[in-house]
Every structure is written in structure tokens, then in C-alpha cells.
């Protein structure tokens, strides 16, 4: 959904209005969304990003998450910079000229309203609570599982609607991504539900676990 006010003419301001649907889809209460995407010309790494930020830093006063990002809309790809837990939506335009004299090229405003893929790329902090089962340290709904086997998107699709089904585990939004941990590459399954617990967690892994089982007997039908 696009921001028209208080923005910098001619830009793109962003923001997410239906934040982690699969769980908030389900039930009547409505989020506060504040996942804000500004428009960049061209992509920017997420040491840019940072680098970026620390440079007007005297722009920011509050603890304000930044992260590189792109977005899929009508099969185009358009790179931005994500920010969340913004305070003020007044001080939009405020940053934006922050960003601008640091050399910041914002896309020329577009038609750009509907449904769309956020790809993410971002540092965060979490702490294991048993193997392949993580919290996160900031925000209190959302926990991780580690896959020590990799997957396809609709292998992953696949796996949660059939999750989703039998109700099992219980309301949740969940999407997939990698994750740098000792040097390698792992994939990583991101949960979000309200008051998470561990075995929430616990039974999402199980039904991956099952799920690449499945993958190796030759009388299923296999994901991939």
C-alpha cells in the first residue's frame, strides 16, 4: 500500500498492509503493519544499508530496524530498503532527505499498489532452546528451525498447506529463507504466532522431518 503523505515527491514509500497473513488472516485482530519499504534506483547489499544508516545517524533517535530488500510486483523486481518499528510516520520525508544527501537514489514515483513478495535480507538475534529450534531475541512472536536438508519452494508450499489442514499445530505464518551459520549455508523456516512456544516449533519440524521422508520412498509421489 503506498504512503502519499509526508514522503519526498516523486518517490515510493511503501508499506506492508497485511503483515504476516496466513496467522492474522484467521482472526479478527487487525496488526499495527509498520514494515515501510522506500523505493531505491538500484540495489543496495545489506553492509550498504548499514553503512548508510551510520551515517545519519544523527537523523535517527530511535532504535529503527534497516534492511536491504527487494520487491516482486507484476514479474519485476524493484530493490528498496525495508525499516520497521518506524515512530513517526511525520518524519518520513525528515529521513528520506537524511538518506538523499548521503547519496541515496530513490525510484521515480510508479503505479505500484496490490499484492507482492518481499525478499529480505537483514541481521538478527536468537538464541537455540533445543536443536534446530531457535527464539528470536527481539521479537517475542517469532521462532526459527534450522533444516539440515534443503528444499524447494513448492516442496516448502506444499508441506504447510498440508500443515495448515490438519490443524495440528495450530494458527502460524511461516516463510522460508537461508541463513549464514559457521560459514555455511543453511536453510531456515521463519514462524510467527502469537505467545510462540516451542512446541509449536517442535511440531512444524516434525512435519518437514515427515515430509523429507517422504521425498525418499519411491512409492510417494515426490515434492520436487
Same mark, same amino acid.
Given at each position: ?25 484467521? $482472526?479478527?485482530?487487525?496488526?499495527? *503493519?509498520?514494515?515501510?519499504? #522506500? /523505493? ?6 545489506? !553492509? %550498504?544499508? &548499514? ?29 528498496? $530498503?525495508?525499516?520497521?518499528?518506524? *515512530?513517526?510516520?511525520?518524519? #518520513? /520525508? ?6 538523499? !544527501? %548521503?547519496? &541515496? ?40 528451525? #534450522? ?10 508450499? &506444499? ?40 512446541? #509449536? ?24
Amino acid at each position: 500500500m503506498p504512503l502519499e503523505r509526508n514522503i519526498m515527491p516523486n518517490t515510493n514509500v511503501l508499506e506492508a498492509s497485511h503483515p504476516y497473513a496466513d496467522y492474522y488472516g484467521h $482472526i479478527p485482530k487487525v496488526p499495527k *503493519p509498520n514494515s515501510i519499504f #522506500l /523505493l531505491t534506483r538500484k540495489f543496495h547489499y545489506l !553492509e %550498504e544499508v &548499514l553503512a548508510l544508516v551510520s551515517q545519519v545517524s544523527e537523523c535517527l533517535q530511535d532504535d529503527i530496524n534497516f534492511a536491504s530488500a527487494y520487491l516482486e510486483y507484476k514479474d519485476k523486481q524493484y530493490p528498496a $530498503i525495508r525499516i520497521k518499528h518506524f *515512530p513517526d510516520y511525520n518524519r #518520513l /520525508l525528515y529521513l528520506q532527505n537524511c538518506l538523499k !544527501e %548521503e547519496g &541515496l537514489e530513490f525510484l521515480p514515483k510508479i503505479n505500484f499498489e496490490g499484492n507482492s513478495v518481499s525478499r529480505v535480507q537483514k541481521f538478527f538475534e536468537m538464541r537455540e532452546v533445543e536443536p534446530g529450534i531457535y527464539m528470536d531475541n527481539q521479537e517475542s512472536n517469532k521462532g526459527y528451525i #534450522l533444516c539440515d536438508k534443503q528444499f524447494s519452494s513448492p516442496h516448502f508450499n &506444499l508441506t504447510i498447506q498440508r500443515l495448515k489442514n490438519n490443524g495440528n499445530c495450530g494458527l502460524l505464518d511461516a516463510v522460508y529463507g537461508d541463513i549464514m551459520l559457521d560459514g555455511i549455508l543453511v536453510k531456515i523456516i521463519r514462524v510467527f504466532a502469537e505467545g510462540i512456544q516451542s512446541s #509449536l516449533l517442535k511440531c512444524i519440524k516434525a512435519e518437514f522431518d515427515k515430509s523429507f521422508v517422504g521425498m525418499l520412498r519411491k512409492d510417494k509421489v515426490p515434492f520436487l
